[in-house]
């Protein structure tokens, strides 16, 4: 009975254990406390980002206590830089991990995996995660007005986050984004910005409203721990795969910070013995019209050089992304690769996995799915590895990328004669479609 009393004790001061310890610059090491931080302004001037006590998260995190928290990506709290026992959970994360059959005869491969994103709550797109996370911070930091610069996911989903949470929102996007996206931050009633320029022009004007009046950006002065949020697609796909690592992941590209956190979830889950070790290959995806990480790997540069962005892949459209390099260190390392497409690949790539799988995905998982069709072909993806493709994004906020592309819908009238003739015209183009694509 003592003995039992005594491991109930230990458990429950190891939970109580505070797992993250403090910022450290990325660059030189330099370490600062946990406040709303995100540059090493003492020294370097680099990126800040959490640093963690590996031996209190293996002291209180088993499998069993991952399996038996909430579905949401709070069932890897001790991993995320929160300390509250309330954080703001609005059923984000545990998403689909899909076996794509179809996609992966259509390829060529034998074991194809997506990571489907599409449906995450509330907004449908990875970056609830990002934004839970950010939101849960900003509360424990005191800030009543939150707010970010985004390409239209971000603001989608800290404007829904703030509204569950009741901070004031402010956010900032590009003037000329597709209709849903700005619809899908209004609907939510915060202020927002519509922007004269592109996403780098958005992003260096809220550096300075951050600095003006003090609010909680999440991709600024709460990055640090905002980005942490990514590392949950690393985790998800590792207990979904029966707490096993796969061998191959693709991803969009951006900024780079989710590239970059998938591989440290998969080195953490190693770290603390929840998973074997393994190598993982990991390949970026990026379009045509906005790919200065995909130039500098062409190039064997380890360094970026910005663009400006021309493509309707909008949400991955960063000419200047903050963790390029981070991101061109990971493919490298891990014998990865990364690849761009054009917008219309980017389209076929959207219809691919829509026509294989009937999972619709925004212009990021077209860029993505082509990316991976594009490697496939020139045999940069072993048939027989068991490949993670991460779709990020819903294909009902960017309508406008497939519009005549997709056909139209057979107007008939109301009696059985019309309904036959039309059948027989469409199965005749289903045909003459086949024969074009086997030719």
């Known amino acids: ?49 959490v640093a963690y006590d590996y031996d209190a998260i293996r002291r209180q995190v088993t499998r069993a206590t991952i399996e038996a928290g909430p579905k949401s990506i709070w069932r890897y709290k001790a991993f995320l830089p929160v300390s509250t026992d309330n954080p703001i959970d609005v059923g984000t994360g545990m998403t689909p991990l899909v076996k794509s059959n179809r996609l992966a005869r259509r390829l060529g491969l034998k074991s194809l995996y ?3 994103d599409a449906v995450n709550m509330p907004t449908l797109s990875f970056k609830d995660r990002v934004v839970s996370v950010a939101l849960t911070k900003a509360q424990e930091l005191g800030f009543t007005t939150v707010s970010c610069a985004s390409t239209g996911n971000l603001a989608n989903s800290t404007a829904a986050i703030a509204a569950h949470a009741g901070l004031d929102c402010c956010v900032f996007i590009p003037s000329d984004l597709e209709a849903g996206k700005v619809m899908g931050t209004l609907i939510y009633a915060p202020t927002v ?17 951050a600095n003006t ?21 690393g985790y998800e796909v590792a207990e979904q795969l029966g707490w096993q690592l796969p061998d191959h992941i693709v991803a969009p590209l951006a900024s780079g910070s989710l590239f970059t956190k998938i591989h440290k979830g998969f080195q953490e889950f190693i770290k603390v013995g929840l998973v074997d070790d393994k190598p993982v290959r990991f390949s970026g995806a990026q379009a045509e019209g906005c790919s200065p990480i995909a130039q500098a790997f062409k190039e064997g540069r380890d360094f970026i050089t910005p663009v400006k962005p021309s493509t309707i892949a909008k949400s991955i459209a960063i000419g200047n992304p903050a963790d390029g390099v981070y991101a061109l260190d990971v493919a490298r390392k891990t014998n990865g690769n990364i690849e761009s497409v054009t917008d219309a690949e980017i389209v076929d790539g959207i219809k691919l996995l829509a026509e294989t799988e009937g999972i619709f995905t925004e212009t990021a998982g077209g860029t993505t799915i082509a990316v991976l069709k594009k490697l496939v072909e020139a045999g940069k993806i072993n048939p027989d590895e068991t490949t ?23 107007t008939i009238e109301p009696n059985l004669e019309n309904f036959e003739r039309a059948l027989e015209r469409a199965r005749t183009l289903e045909r003459l479609d086949w024969q074009q694509v086997s030719v």
């Open 193 to 209: 910005m519509a922007v004269k320029g592109n996403y780098d022009q958005v992003n260096r004007l809220c550096s300075e409203v």
């Open 213 to 233: 009046h003090g609010w909680g950006f999440v991709n600024i002065n709460l990055r640090p721990y905002y980005s942490e949020g990514s590392k949950t697609l």
């Open 388 to 410: 993670v493709v991460y779709i990020t994004g819903n294909g009902l906020k960017t309508q406008e990328a497939v519009q005549g592309y997709v056909g139209e819908p057979l």
């Open 1 to 49: 009975m003592t003995q039992a009393i005594d491991r109930i004790q230990q458990t429950q001061t190891a939970s109580a254990e505070k797992t993250f310890t403090a910022l450290r610059c990325k660059e030189c090491g330099e370490t600062y406390d946990l406040g709303a931080k995100h540059v090493c302004e003492d020294v370097c001037f680099g990126p800040l980002e």
């Open 114 to 116: 997506i990571k489907n």
